[in-house]
Structures are given as structure tokens and as C-alpha cells.
């Protein structure tokens, strides 16, 4: 587990606390209506990778212990790891949140590195 400071992020861009879809993205696509609120949509978009797997976001903690690769993110800046391979929960964890959106081509990215 580890706690993700708001330093880490630029221009008040929070992956972990900013919904797959918000609600202005489901209000331009009406389509989605009956889909709000519901996984994997209501998912934090922060993704984590471990030595360049991406791991899989779980909408419940008690799941985690079931599933090596994934992780659980609780109130947007606590992060749970269940690394694949039962590796070391602190080596080689990446988290790579390059833009709001993965077709923003323009945007730089951020790398993190989960210790501690």
C-alpha cells in the first residue's frame, strides 16, 4: 500500500480521483446514461504497470487477494498492489498517466515509482 502525495501531479490533473468517465463526458454521449455509475466507468483512470505489465484495477479490495496483477485505489491517493508473481510489492512498480485522455497525443508524461 502507499499513499500518493498531490506533488506527484501537474497542472491539477489526478488520475486517481478523476473518474473513467466524468460526468461531463457522459453528459455529450447520452448513449451512456444507463452506464454511470457503474464499473468500469466509475474507476479511477490511474493505470499502474509492473516492469511494463499492465497490472488490472479491481472495484473491490476484498478481491485483490485473488488476483496477482492487480490493484485497488481507495479515495484517490491510497494505492493496494498484488503484484504479479507475488514480486517484490515495491521493485519495479510504474504508473504511467500521460494525459486525461489516451488520444491527447500532445500531452507529455508522468512516470511515478511506488516505494515505501
Keep these: 500500500m502507499t499513499t500518493l502525495p498531490d506533488s506527484m501531479f501537474e497542472d491539477g490533473y489526478f488520475p486517481f480521483r478523476t473518474p473513467n468517465l466524468t460526468d461531463a463526458e457522459f453528459n455529450i454521449m447520452t448513449w451512456a446514461s444507463k452506464w454511470k455509475g457503474r464499473f468500469p466507468y466509475s ?3 490511474g493505470l499502474l504497470f509492473q516492469d511494463g505489465r499492465r497490472m488490472v484495477q479491481l472495484a473491490a479490495y476484498e478481491d485483490l487477494v485473488r488476483l ?7 479515495h484517490g491517493k491510497t494505492v493496494h498492489i498484488h503484484p504479479f508473481e507475488n ?3 515495491m521493485a519495479g512498480f510504474r504508473s504511467r498517466c ?14 511515478i515509482r511506488i516505494s515505501g
Design 43 to 45: 474507476l479511477p483512470r
Design 68 to 74: 496477482p496483477g492487480s490493484y485497488w485505489c481507495a
Design 87 to 89: 514480486a517484490n510489492r
Design 98 to 111: 500521460a494525459a486525461a485522455h489516451h488520444s491527447a497525443p500532445d500531452s507529455g508524461s508522468a512516470f
